[in-house]
Nanobody
Framework: QVQLVESGGGLVQAGGSLRLSCAAS????????VGWFRQAPGKEREFVAT????????SYADSVKGRFTISRDNAKNTVYLQMNSLKPEDTAVYYC??????????????????WGQGTQVTVSS
């Protein structure tokens, strides 16, 4: 079992930055891959980024490459999403999720067994 709690969302102007945190509890977290997904109003949940269990493999959606960076600190049981150069179209609820194979390559939400409650990110123009 893995429990996940996101934090760090808020309101920011276009071009600004935010860092989201995903704090985890549970014995399997350090061996789990963790992904970030987002869902905007009226849209389906979409993949943002993912990281393998040891942090050596990461994957990003094309829409965030070069702007967002995913990282993790297993000693703190936390995964981060640094978001720079934010755009209004980044506005969404952001969720972190864990998958037990530790891949760092899964972009399909169905691969992730555990989910947090989400944190709102709003980017004003």
């Amino acid at each position: 079992q893995v429990q996940l709690v996101e934090s760090g969302g808020g309101l920011v102007q276009a071009g600004g930055s935010l860092r989201l945190s995903c704090a985890a509890s549970g014995r399997t977290f350090s061996s789990s891959g963790v992904g970030w997904f987002r869902q905007a109003p009226g849209k389906e949940r979409e993949f943002v980024a993912t990281i393998s269990w040891a942090g050596q493999t990461t994957s990003y959606a094309d829409s965030v490459k070069g702007r967002f960076t995913i990282s993790r600190d297993n000693a703190k049981n936390t995964v981060y999403l640094q978001m720079n150069s934010l755009k209004p179209e980044d506005t969404a609820v952001y969720y972190c999720a864990a998958e037990l194979l530790g891949s760092g390559r899964y972009t399909d939400a169905a691969r992730y067994a555990y989910w947090g409650q989400g944190t709102q990110v709003t980017v004003s123009s």
